[in-house]
């Protein structure tokens, strides 16, 4: 039998493997996918690079230090002016543990040039009665969107660094959801960039009027190819293929060399002229007589007027020439575009035009032009928009402006057999999501790829 030596720390097997595992699970939640995923009934077995990245978050805290308590994530984010060292000594640890672990990072990234507003999680123990300084057990930080740098802690105190990079692929994603909040922040939550949100914005603005038509609890569509990490966060998205919202839809086909967008019958969904020339307004006055907010009196109001803050971007209604970039009475900052067949529209109390934008200028529709202001006779930030038909001013909403055209022979059976290529995948994940949910959520939010393996990647 083996001496017991006091001399000689007890191996304890069991206390360090519990620690162990209670890191993996803890920190397991620290990497939350910026994407809304779908669940499947029985989770699928996790991968190689699932386990991989379980142990890049859980092992700075893993590793537990004699005399220390668990260490407990601390989320810190680098404030204008901050140095990285000074925002770690900021977690609540000593000036040499802070400059330790910035120097561990210089092998691998610029600790000197930083941007304010770099989040990193650190991982800080206390001392056991709570006597004496805060230990760093770990620091792990985002350095792009597929790789991580996390510096840990080992038992005999020495740091160690280690380098994350995931798989990167391409894939095309079905995102089905309602209207929750905004319409930006419900379709994030399937996975969709800021990019792809705004395309979508644009080919709608012909048909739906964002502040008045859309509801809470709309159901929407996307299909859009993206590339994805392996833990489902985007990195890139490409081109919107499908959008569909009130039972509206347009399909992506290419004629000619140049991108449009159709609907369901082949009728290309560029209007003439855009209903909403800036992104995220709600309409504050209509066509006809008001009683005017500084005159205080009945006048015709020849507009209508968008509310918006400022900066937010102007975009041209519809393709044409500039006519007048120039300042013009209680209008303030104005802009003017002539359109075929005697159109024009017209944009006041701007702030600034966009660069280089000057009269006899040709803009296309959905070009950014200027930004919202408060110029000339104005209570505020907002857009004034007109819209003139051979020298008269007409209501912009009730206008029966020119529609866009038909596709016919070969070109309208090309777009048929890929719009039969996009109703098949969204039906199919419509199929896949009601097995999942048999009674239906009133806010659900699914996002899965159209691959199926892709599929059940993303369900785990």
């Not at 142990?55 to 260490?71: C, D, I, L, M, S």
């Not at 922040?185 to 979508?200: D, H, Y």
């Not at 359109?339 to 934008?357: F, M, Q």
């Amino acid at each position: 039998m083996q001496e017991f030596d006091p001399r000689r720390p007890t191996l304890r097997i069991a206390p360090r493997l519990l620690m162990g595992v209670a890191g993996f699970a803890a920190l397991a939640l620290g990497w939350r996918l910026t994407a809304a995923e779908a669940t499947a009934p029985t989770p699928a077995p996790l991968d190689a690079a699932a386990i991989a990245l379980l142990q890049h978050t859980a092992f700075t805290q893993a590793e537990a230090q004699p005399g220390f308590a668990r260490p407990e994530s601390v989320p810190v984010k680098i404030m204008p002016g901050e140095t990285f060292e000074s925002a770690v000594k900021r977690a609540g640890v000593t000036a040499d543990d802070a400059h330790q672990v910035v120097q561990a990072l210089a092998e691998t990234m610029d600790t000197v040039h930083i941007k304010a507003g770099m989040m990193f999680d650190a991982a800080i123990a206390h001392p056991r009665g709570e006597r004496g300084p805060a230990r760093l057990i770990g620091l792990s930080l985002r350095t792009g969107p597929a790789t991580a740098v996390t510096v840990s802690r080992t038992f005999d105190g020495a740091l160690r660094l280690r380098e994350l990079e995931e798989k990167v692929r391409e894939e095309q994603t079905v995102a089905q959801g309602e209207i929750n909040g905004s319409l930006y922040e419900s379709a994030t939550a399937l996975g969709a960039t800021s990019a792809i949100t705004a395309q979508m914005v644009k080919l709608f603005s012909h048909k739906v009027d964002f502040d008045r038509d859309i509801k809470p609890g709309d159901k929407f569509e996307l299909v859009f190819n993206r590339q994805v990490t392996e833990s489902g966060r985007t990195v890139e998205a490409g081109d919107l293929q499908y959008a569909q919202i009130k039972g509206i839809r347009f399909y992506r086909f290419e004629r000619g060399g140049d991108v449009e967008y159709f609907d369901e019958f082949g009728k290309n969904i560029k209007g003439f002229l855009l209903r909403t020339p800036v992104d995220g307004a709600h309409m504050t006055s209509g066509f006809g007589m008001r009683r005017h907010p500084i005159l205080g009196y009945n006048r015709m109001h020849q507009g209508i007027d968008f509310g918006a803050g400022m900066g937010t971007p102007v975009l041209a209604a519809g393709d044409g020439v500039v006519v007048e970039a120039r300042r013009w009475g209680g209008y303030g900052n104005w802009l003017r575009i002539r359109h075929n067949d005697g159109w024009e529209t017209g944009y006041g109390h701007l702030s600034r035009y966009a660069s280089g934008l000057k009269a006899g200028q040709h803009v296309r529709q959905g070009q950014l032009v200027a930004y919202v202001g408060s110029t000339g006779a104005s209570t505020g930030p907002h857009l004034h928009y007109e819209t003139w038909f051979r020298g008269a001013r007409v209501n912009p909403i009730s206008a029966k402006v020119p529609q866009g055209t038909v596709l016919g022979g070969s070109e309208l059976a090309a777009f048929k057999s890929e719009k039969a290529r996009i109703d098949k995948l969204v039906g199919a994940q419509e199929q896949a999501q009601a097995r999942i949910e048999p009674e239906p959520a009133p806010r659900r939010l699914a996002l899965a790829a159209a691959d199926p393996v892709i599929n059940a990647g993303l369900r785990r």
